[in-house]
């Protein structure tokens, strides 16, 4: 995953250098010049600053308040020409490329300003060029709106610096193009974009205000959910380049909105927010001052610092192997026990189940600090705080297969993942949940924040985990629901990272998922995500009970969709390959049944099957 992130970086990187390179053909007149050439027609002076390598404007004035341009490609330096006025067919075209820009961003005038390769000619071009309101970007616009109210030009660029979607982006080559010292400007527009941020991350934490602004935060969590993997630290590193490259749908406000909906700690969010609107500051600035080379710099200096923080941690994963990595001897077994827990802290809370679920299903990552070692296929012992109200004693302890790997989501080893589906109890006389019957441990890890103390023990069981030594094993494994925790941990294991076991695996993994609906699919951008780069090697099969049929007419359970392959499953099994099962333990009467009937179809007595795949270690099962 942190290769993922870097990846994301460096596209940032590269996007906007993109943007720089073409900023020529549509900035904002008075934001870039690298020669000057000047014409005057009907006694108006216009000063073109466009003229810029191998492009160059023509130029002709119907009256001296209308301006009409058209790009064309000249290697002439220094030549001035009038032309006849644009016909109304170029001025049609003109106007469908505008409006096709205009679907490519929010708003064209906010991109032109993020793009812009601005250097001293921000400054040049205020003192020299006389035009009408009509050719001033929005920036410049809105400056001078707030102008002829008689506003000091250093609040007018801190008002604009706060405005949503402009940010820093707008506010910075407006600033110089206000004849502000680039000194002034900076500061200002950074104390200006996080004079919001401090009224918005408390403010969203009320319920009307998060239903009001309910669809932006809907697009905001689209924006920053690769934010809320890893550690504390990385959610840390990730906001902060998040807001600091400044390109359009980043910025202060999303990475706001983003830090809220990961439930980051406030105090913790804003200093992250505020490292990266003073990044994002000082790239306008070296984009304002510098043009294409300062703002490549910039981003490249960014780029620089971003990788060495990913790549502080081993950036291969196999300092927690045993030696050799298949060795089972030294699995840690019940390392911290009920009496002494250890005591683990939440990094991060998130719902990942879509609004037409049949339940809340939460990813919880919780950091140990390296002080909790487990293995995949494990499961941790969670113990919710408070008693119990029928004899006041402490609560038991609740097992959750673990879903992660054991160097976590973030690859440190530091951290592990739990996948909880919030326990309630409809009751059919008050037509409502009973909050006295709701699962206490479920809905105390699906209500944790970044920072909450989770009591655990652990790690327990063996029966889950892979065999390792023969590479060449074929894996099935069969969930329903939350039962995916494990599977999480072994496919990221032998496809996502780079470990021993992933290096040397030449079989095949084979997961079937069980669930209601589509809404209710779990870590199924993971899935498609490893089909798509491993499609000789994971395989992947839902049933989703309430949208597919199985043979018979019924719903499909997950059983109906294990029937549909028997024949290739059973050859699997006959060649050594191990099948799991995990889940609720109401799944294993239909999958023995199933099984039953496909043996007895093809003349196998069921239980000597089943007692000979017990036997050489091949059946694994682990239901709650």
């Keep these: 995953m942190r290769s993922v992130s870097l990846l994301r970086t460096a596209a940032a ?80 075209r003109r106007t469908k490329v505008f409006k096709l820009m205009g679907k490519c961003a929010a708003m064209l005038s906010v991109m032109m300003l993020a793009a812009a390769s601005a250097p001293q000619s921000a400054v040049a071009a205020k003192k020299s060029v006389e035009v009408a309101t009509e050719h001033l970007h929005v920036g410049q616009k809105i400056a001078n709106y707030f102008r002829s109210f008689g506003l000091p030009d250093v609040g007018i660029l801190a008002l604009i610096s706060a405005l949503p979607v402009v940010e820093l982006r707008g506010a910075v080559p407006v600033g110089v193009w206000m004849g502000l010292p680039i000194a002034t400007v900076l500061p200002v527009c ?13 403010l969203l934490r009320m319920e009307w205000v998060k239903k009001l602004m309910d669809p932006i935060l809907k697009r905001a969590e689209k924006k920053s959910q690769s934010l809320g993997v890893g550690s504390l630290e990385k959610q840390w590193i990730s906001l902060a380049a998040f807001v600091g490259i400044p390109l359009p749908g980043t910025g202060a406000w999303t990475g706001a909105m983003g830090a809220f909906l990961l439930n980051m700690p406030t105090t913790v969010a804003l200093s992250s927010i505020f490292t990266g609107v003073c990044m994002a500051g000082v790239i306008m600035s070296a984009i304002t001052l510098a043009g294409r080379t300062g703002g490549i710099a910039a981003l490249a200096a960014l780029f620089f610092v971003f990788i060495s923080e990913f790549t502080k941690s081993s950036t291969k994963q196999d300092f927690l192997e045993a030696e050799p990595y298949w060795d089972q001897s030294n699995v840690p077994v019940n390392v911290y026990k009920n009496k002494s827990p250890f005591v683990g802290k939440v990094v991060s809370t998130k719902r990942i189940v879509g609004p037409k679920a049949t339940g809340e299903t939460c990813h919880i990552i919780i950091d140990h600090e390296g002080d909790f070692p487990y293995w995949e296929g494990q499961s941790w012992g969670v113990i919710p705080p408070g008693n119990r109200e029928k004899d006041g004693k402490p609560h038991s302890v609740r097992l959750y297969s673990i879903a992660s790997s054991r160097y976590g989501d973030d690859m440190s080893g530091k951290t592990g993942s739990l996948c909880a589906r919030r ?39 063996k029966v889950m985990l892979m065999p390792e030594e023969d590479p060449k094993t074929n894996y099935i494994m069969v969930a329903t629901g939350t039962g995916i925790a494990p599977y999480r941990g072994f496919i990221r294991r032998l496809f996502v990272e780079d470990t021993p076991a992933a290096n040397a695996y030449k079989g095949e993994a084979w997961l079937f998922l069980g669930v209601a609906n589509s809404d209710a699919l779990l870590y199924d951008d993971e899935w498609q995500s490893v089909l798509e780069s491993n499609s000789d090697q994971f395989r992947l099969d839902y049933a989703l009970s309430r949208e597919q049929t199985n043979k018979k007419g019924g719903k499909m359970y997950i059983q109906d969709k294990v029937e549909e392959y028997a024949d290739e499953i059973f050859s699997k099994l006959d060649s050594g390959a191990h099948i799991y099962f995990c889940g609720l333990k109401g799944m294993m009467p239909g999958i023995q049944d199933m099984l039953k009937e496909v043996c007895a179809s093809k003349g196998i007595e069921f239980d000597e099957w089943l007692k000979g795949l017990k036997k050489n270690k091949q059946w694994h099962v682990e239901v709650y």
């Design 13 to 92: 990187a590269a996007v906007a250098a993109l943007f720089l390179s073409s900023a020529e053909a549509f900035v904002p007149r008075t934001a870039t010049t690298t020669s000057l050439y000047t014409t005057t027609i009907q006694n108006v002076r216009v000063v073109d600053p466009l003229r810029h390598g191998s492009s160059m404007m023509k130029m002709n004035v119907h009256t001296p308040t209308v301006i009409e341009m058209e790009m064309s490609s000249s290697k002439e330096e220094g030549a001035l020409t009038d032309y006849e006025s644009l016909t109304t067919k170029m001025h049609g």
């Design 190 to 202: 950074v104390l200006g974009n996080m004079v919001p941020i401090l009224l918005l991350l408390p």
């Design 423 to 461: 326990a309630t109890y409809w009751c059919p006389e008050l037509q409502a949940e009973d909050p006295a019957k709701k699962g206490v441990c479920s809905n105390f890890l699906c209500d944790t924040k970044p920072g909450d103390e989770v009591m655990m023990t652990g790690p327990a069981g």
